[in-house]
């Protein structure tokens, strides 16, 4: 067939994605035949999971549609403003359940201070996170954009920063997770469900000042660990604060 050019550009943060092949965050592309936008998409570097809306000639399409002739196409990133959107999107928000990837470490702690389900295991191969993510219908969080464009990753999402908090902040914003934050009920070391616990069933594992000065306890059904409200407790509960007023400031 002959040959076409499509021009792609593309919005919002997902610029961060593209190479040195992108002017201004377009891209122009020679086509020698028939291919899906989802693969001329991530050929520009950018993992479909990123993309909530595609417009090819101003028309809305979905990643199975098939470029064929020269097109103009626009890429956007999910974009919340807490309120619906009037179009119809590729992505979903509202997951609370995730798996991370073995650099993640803070953010999966941070995540589930806030309340959310994370599997995590640190050494955890690409093969196996993406058997969770599968099994245990989880959204996939990695900075590894090449296992973020595989076939079978439905939700995801890549994190921009390298540091935890503010990483915690972009998925709170990419999933519209803001009004779903419950914390202080899932355990930090292995993510199960706390459970309230009487003080005389763990009495003999407290240290002597914490039995004299604290009457409630959550207890880890999974790891045992036990959960009370000490002098760490109004630090996490500041940084909390700090996550939500940051998310609700750009909403
Ligand atoms: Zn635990």
């Not at 403003?81 to 991370?100: D, E, M, P, S």
């Not at 036990?226 to 750009?250: A, M, N, T």
Request: charged fraction near 30%; proline fraction near 4%; include cysteine.
């Amino acid at each position: 067939m002959k040959p076409f050019t499509v021009r792609l550009r593309f919005h919002g943060d997902l610029n961060v994605f593209l190479g040195s092949k992108a002017h201004d965050a377009e891209i122009e592309l020679r086509l020698a035949e028939k291919t899906s936008i989802k693969d001329v998409i991530e050929s520009c570097g950018v993992p479909h999971p990123e993309v909530d809306l595609i417009l090819v000639d101003e028309q809305r399409v979905g990643f199975d549609h098939t470029l064929a002739n020269d097109a103009k196409i626009q890429v956007f990133p999910v974009v919340n403003h807490g309120t619906a959107h009037t179009y119809k999107r590729l992505q979903t928000t509202g997951i609370i359940r995730f798996v991370t990837d073995g650099h993640l470490g803070g953010l999966t702690r941070n995540l589930r201070l806030l309340g959310f389900d994370l599997a995590y295991d640190r050494n955890a191969d690409d093969r196996q996170l993406l058997e969770v993510m599968t099994r245990e219908n989880r959204a996939l969080l990695t900075r590894d954009r090449r296992l973020l464009m595989h076939a079978i990753v439905q939700h995801g999402y890549c994190p921009r920063s390298q540091n935890p908090d503010e990483q915690t902040i972009e998925i709170v914003r990419r999933f519209d997770l803001l009004e779903l934050i419950a914390p202080f009920t899932r355990c930090l070391r292995c993510n199960a469900l706390l459970e309230e616990t009487a003080k005389a069933e763990i009495i003999d594992k407290l240290e002597p000042l914490t039995k004299i000065y604290y009457n409630q306890f959550r207890r880890c059904p999974g790891c045992k660990q036990i959960y009370w409200s000490g002098s760490h407790f109004p630090k996490l509960q500041k940084r909390i604060e700090e996550i939500r007023s940051r998310v609700r400031g750009k909403a």
